[in-house]
């Protein structure tokens, strides 16, 4: 029986927690067993990707490094509000809604709104927001010499530099063209970003979503299965390629 998040048995996704946790440790190996052992089982009986759980183990271990003074080894234990939250994020990415765990361990259901994945919380304001997008843009990974493509950025970037300074002062209507015409371009974006990859770049992406889907896809529907790979594809694209999301929610 599959008990992870659809990669491994639940014996080899407790090991490889326990090996990333040790390298963050700084080589400190600190045992996955008892109470740590029943914690990462709930991650994996949810269906919560590797990946996932990686990054939240990241949040916690930089968040515990900010801190001044020498720090113990960190136990496992200490990261699950950061997996959770994490796990949470990337569930309203795929379009299937959070899991919020209640202390006697029942899953709810969330219908959040999708957010931009690894975000971990409000995205501040629209023209800050605006202003990021910009920057990414202007550093993503996609190899220019597509024609195409080289004149979508060049439009991106200064349509974007206007919508920062109006969004600076938009209300209202004038708020929600922005937000429409972000929406707008996000998609411009994406299909433009679909056929600068190789056919093997998204063959691959495809698998990868396929793996990170597998512990929660027995729990889906057809159509919700289907509208989960494909978006779960386009974050693993945005993802490879240093992309922003445009769309403002």
């Given at each position: 029986m599959m008990m992870s998040s659809g990669m491994e048995e639940l014996?080899?996704?407790?090991?490889?927690?326990?090996?990333?946790?040790?390298?963050?440790n700084g080589g400190h190996l600190v045992r996955i067993v008892g109470p740590a052992f029943e914690t990462v089982r709930g991650w994996?009986?949810?269906?919560?990707?590797?990946?996932?759980?990686?990054?939240?183990?990241?949040?916690c271990v930089e968040r515990a490094n900010a801190k001044a003074g020498r720090r113990?080894?960190?136990?496992?234990e200490f990261c699950?509000?950061?997996?959770?939250?994490?796990?949470?994020?990337?569930?309203?990415?795929?379009?299937?809604?959070?899991?919020r765990v209640s202390e006697d361990g029942a899953g709810t259901?969330?219908?959040?709104?999708?957010?931009?994945w690894g975000s971990g919380?409000?995205?501040?304001?629209?023209?800050?927001?605006?202003?990021r997008g910009l920057s990414r843009v202007l550093v993503a990974k996609v190899e220019r010499g597509n024609a195409g493509f080289d004149d979508l950025i060049a439009r991106l970037t200064a349509e974007l530099d206007g919508l920062a300074e109006t969004s600076k002062t938009a209300r209202g209507d004038a708020r929600a063209r922005c937000i429409a015409r972000l929406a707008e371009l996000d998609t411009e974006l994406m299909a433009a970003a679909r056929k600068a990859v190789t056919a093997a770049t998204a063959d691959a992406l495809r698998r990868?979503?396929?793996?990170?889907?597998?512990?929660?896809?027995g729990r889906m529907t057809a159509e919700a299965r289907e509208?989960?790979?494909?978006?779960?594809?386009?974050?693993?694209?945005?993802?490879?390629?240093?992309?922003p999301v445009l769309s403002y929610e």
């Open positions: 014996p080899d996704y407790c090991r490889q927690i326990e090996s990333y946790l040790c390298r963050k994996a009986s949810q269906g919560v990707p590797l990946k996932v759980a990686f990054q939240g183990i990241d949040r113990r080894p960190l136990r496992i699950e509000a950061d997996v959770l939250e994490s796990f949470d994020a990337w569930r309203r990415a795929i379009g299937v809604g959070a899991s259901e969330d219908g959040a709104s999708t957010e931009e919380g409000r995205k501040g304001s629209l023209a800050a927001h605006i202003s990868e979503a396929d793996a990170e889907l597998a512990g929660l896809a509208k989960a790979r494909t978006l779960a594809f386009d974050r693993l694209l945005r993802e490879s390629l240093n992309l």
